[in-house]
């Protein structure tokens, strides 16, 4: 079901990863551009809706939201969201309007993952692009966290054609 989502021509992809709606203390341990959480939410939804329409397809790299409170956030949000569980998704569902992937999802030569791979972990010809670092840089991969993209859901077409992979 997945796949053909994804190969569905009609279709924008988007990507982002680390949301973390009501999530207060991401604020101050990543120095987020807002007061509260009240506020990044909002702003969160914003951008979001800003860019990804009502069928187009949104690939989150996992850390959606705190404390199970996706089901407050989603209906606000446009698209279909393909979440790769993150350590803060645990108790998310796919009734909660999420379509889960665990672990990974490979799409065409790209490995989508919420932790950064190792280096010896991405095969010859894959690119591994990720969540969960933030505000730091990766390593082998490409890092889609929320800071990094300017808190705003970006075509995956236009992430790959910018790819800029440190592979020390």
């Given at each position: ?112 993952t919420h932790y950064p791979m190792n280096k010896d972990d991405i095969p010859e010809g894959y690119i591994n692009i990720h969540g969960h670092i933030h505000h730091n840089k990766s390593h082998y991969g490409v890092n889609v966290s929320a ?22």
């Amino acid at each position: 079901m997945i796949e053909e989502i994804l190969n569905t021509h009609n279709r924008k992809i988007f990507i982002i990863s680390d949301t973390h709606f009501f999530h207060g203390n991401i604020i101050k341990y990543c120095n987020r551009p807002f007061n509260n959480y009240e506020e990044m939410n909002d702003e969160l939804v914003k951008r979001w809706n800003s860019v990804v329409g009502e069928n187009d397809v949104v690939l989150h790299l996992g850390d959606f939201a705190f404390k199970g409170k996706a089901k407050l956030i989603r209906p606000k949000l446009n698209g279909i969201i393909i979440l790769i569980r993150g350590n803060h998704d645990q108790n998310l569902a796919n009734d909660d309007g999420f379509l889960i992937v665990e672990g990974k999802l490979i799409f065409k030569n790209y490995i989508l993952t919420h932790y950064p791979m190792n280096k010896d972990d991405i095969p010859e010809g894959y690119i591994n692009i990720h969540g969960h670092i933030h505000h730091n840089k990766s390593h082998y991969g490409v890092n889609v966290s929320a800071e990094q993209i300017n808190y705003t859901p970006q075509l995956f077409s236009s992430v790959i054609n910018n790819l800029t992979v440190n592979k020390v």
